[in-house]
């Protein structure tokens, strides 16, 4: 067995192929325990939006419905660059890896750049949760249908900190994504990956999925279900 | 079923499910516009829940992967469900004036 003499072996492992679906399995309980983690926030926000409807439908229209959209492509679009990647890795050709880890890492980055233009914005509108939040109905939720004169500002600061709790968690793990990136660009540059060998690679692109996934429901239920 | 790990997926699945994703993500913001009562939050979810099981099922390569996979992903949606559904079964059947509406 060749394969036994690899130096990626592992010595508690049999074969590579047991140690890469061991890799694989840790990574798929990472992630289900990271779904428990978001999930807290996913619940309070559902229950909190079940009490302060209007409130909160004025929440959402604080929120740029075409920065989110864009910054859904753009993280959709990194999802499909590391699948490329880690199908690079499946074939062994690390030029290829390395490739698709650079454009999931522009991709990576033009999604924070758009989310620091977002919470940019917030901070000179004074919608930052805090003493100096702010909410001027006639200004900030024009053309939604509830009556936004009516709601309460601390409950529309609540949807604020919903808001930054979980994009701002969510972004937290975009930072640490791109941090694991830069790592396997290096391990890819040395030529580290082989057919056999690109476990790596193949559970970071579980970990990006992931935080597209959260993606997928954040947009929604923050920017759209209040819109019409 | 066999262990498949080598599987390698096609450029043009990829790219297929890609364009499907953005298919999509038009149709929920093209529906989000639209007045249909507590119907745009099913939409959206719905939209968000088939979203997702394209990338579960192809990004990360579930589909060709061994049962023991499956078990994990399912008991994070399982679990993940009963949080919410019990959660609600209380909040939604309280007093009227207690909730705003969805």
Redesign the interface.
Known sequence: MSEAHSNNLAHHFETM?QQ??AS??GM??F??QE??FF??L??GY??Y???????FIAGSHLLN?KLG?FN??VL??S??TI??SV?AG??GRNRQILGWLAATLVLGAVFLGVKGVEYAHKYHEHLMPGPHFHYDAAQHSAGA?VDTEAVDPHKVELFVSFYFAMTGLHATHMIIGIGLIVWLMVKAARRRFS?DYYAPVEVF??YW??V??VW??LF??LY??G?? | MAYTGQHVTSIRTYVTVFLCLMALTALTVWVAFMDLGFMNTIVAMTIAVIKALLVVLIFMHLKDNPKVLWIAAGGAAVWLAIMMSFTLADYLTRPASYLGGW
Not at chain 1, 49 to 55: G, L, N, V
């Open positions: 192929e890469k679906q694989s399995l798929w309980l992630l289900v779904v428990m999930g807290g996913f619940l559902v229950v939006r079940s009490m302060y409807h209007d409130a419905v959209a859904t492509v959709i679009g999802s499909l699948a490329f199908r499946q074939l249908h057919s692109g579980l999925h992931f597209d996934i997928i429901f929604p239920l759209l279900i819109r019409h």
